[in-house]
């Protein structure tokens, strides 16, 4: 990672960036706008921070999953200069990155095809991250079940996977936060829990890691949120606000699945989160018109900061 001048920039203190005092932001990722259905990239990232600062974002997430796909920023050769250029135009709109989502890679999932690849592809997301000042990178734990593995066996895997990747993120004066996963069936599937989670974090035993709390997911996966939020406690450093019903990661934005977000608000404030509300909701604009996504992006703002109302108060 030496080749790309991201430290130059990026050296100040972890324990200096991450303020203790941070007070809870509305925020989105970048795929809330740039699907049409299953067509990425219509529109574009630059596009999505204007229409969303329009709608009152001024905090985002960049999504490194949906841009390293074939035809997109990030999967291309001129990728490095593609992220300094957009720094610069969320920085003349004065919009920040309080998070971003790596490439998601699992080197041993047996569908990958090509590993070099996808190494790169997420080397690229973890040298952009620093790029755009990102505060906490969303990273998916080592997760996918394997009969013949323990819960010790996947704990290692994940500490020999992502020791490298906290050494890059803390260069750069940022942490990774992993996220929950989901568990569809009785398969156990590693890191969908708190207890999971909490005993991950504390294994790596590091400053700049934490959990991604993705709301979703855990609506899917486990019987009481508010228990598995109170596990990990101030390991909390950033969410996924999704909604769904209980039967499929929908996406949906609060309210309209069957999440109890009054609920959660409250449990978040009693575990003292000082992190941001950050959207991950691409399936509930995707099938709708782009004519219609700014009065849809309006709407999801101001459920937001409807909830993070409820949050101070």
């Known amino acids: 990672m030496d080749a790309y001048p991201v430290s130059a920039v990026r ?27 299953f067509d990425f990239g219509v529109i574009s990232p630059e596009s999505c921070l204007e229409q969303g600062l329009e709608a009152g974002f001024k905090v985002f997430d960049f999504n490194f999953c949906d841009q390293g796909r074939p035809g997109r920023p990030i999967a291309q050769d001129d990728w490095y200069e593609y992220i300094v250029n957009f720094k610069k135009f969320a920085d003349e709109l004065g919009v920040t990155f309080s998070q971003t989502h790596l490439h998601m890679y699992d080197p041993k999932d047996p569908s990958v095809t090509d590993h070099a690849w996808e190494q790169e592809l997420l080397h690229r997301s973890i040298v952009c991250s620093g790029v755009l000042g990102a505060e906490w990178a969303v990273a998916h734990p080592l997760h996918q079940h394997r009969p013949d593995y323990s819960r010790q066996q996947y704990v290692q895997a994940n500490l020999d996977f992502f020791g490298p990747i906290l050494d890059e993120a ?142 101070k108060e």
Request: charged share 25%; hydrophobic share 40%.
């Open 11 to 37: 050296y100040a203190s972890f324990f200096v960036k991450i303020k203790e005092d941070s007070i809870m932001r509305l925020s989105t990722s970048t795929n809330l706008l740039d699907r049409v259905y």
């Open 170 to 311: 803390q260069k750069m004066g940022y942490g990774i936060s992993l996220e929950n996963m989901v568990q569809w069936d009785e398969n156990y599937v590693f890191a969908c829990n708190g207890e999971d989670l909490a005993e991950l974090v504390d294994a790596l035993n590091r400053p700049n890691v934490g959990v991604c709390w993705d709301f979703g997911h855990a609506n899917l996966s486990v019987r009481d949120q508010a228990a598995e939020l109170r596990k990990i406690g101030s390991r909390l450093k950033s969410t996924h606000i999704a909604d769904n019903h209980g039967l499929a990661d929908e996406h949906l934005a609060p309210f309209y699945g069957h999440v109890d977000w009054h609920h959660m608000m409250r449990v978040l404030k009693e575990i003292n989160y000082k992190g941001d509300f950050t959207y991950e909701i691409q399936a509930f604009s995707s099938p709708l018109p782009v004519e219609l996504r700014r009065t849809m992006t309006a709407h999801v703002a101001d459920i937001g900061n409807y909830l993070i109302r409820c949050f």
